[in-house]
């Protein structure tokens, strides 16, 4: 099993910036692929960024690309996600996943088998 807890959602206004973490215990983490996706109200859950276990391969959504930045810190056991710019779009459940992916599958939302239990972040316009 593998526990995930996200922390640092928020308000915050157009234009703005956020930076979510998600701590993971219970496994050895760099041995997982690590992603954040998000589920606005009414909508479906969408994948918004991943990376590789090594974290030199990561994957972003359309929508996301060139605002916001996934990283991760394998030594803190630790995933980020540094969102700017953020719109009114942006708003949702962010939820934090690990999977057994490899570099080859991080964008595969099926990969991922373990989940936090969510952050809100909501941009007002």
């Known amino acids: 099993q593998v526990q995930l807890v996200e922390s640092g959602g928020g308000f915050v206004q157009t234009g703005g910036s956020l930076r979510l973490s998600c701590a993971a215990s219970g496994r050895t983490f760099s041995n997982y692929a690590m992603g954040w996706f998000r589920q606005a109200p009414g909508k479906e859950r969408e994948i918004v960024a991943t990376?590789?276990?090594?974290?030199?391969?990561?994957y972003y959504a359309d929508s996301v690309k060139g605002r916001f930045t996934i990283s991760r810190d394998n030594a803190k056991d630790t995933v980020y996600l540094q969102m700017l710019t953020l719109k009114p779009e942006d708003t949702a459940v962010y939820y934090c996943?690990?999977?057994?992916?490899?570099?080859?599958?991080?964008?595969?939302?099926?990969?991922?088998?373990?989940w936090g239990r969510g952050t809100q972040v909501t941009v007002s316009a």
């Open positions: 990376v590789s276990p090594s974290g030199a391969t990561e």
């Open positions: 996943a690990a999977g057994p992916a490899p570099y080859t599958r991080i964008h595969f939302p099926d990969e991922y088998t373990y």
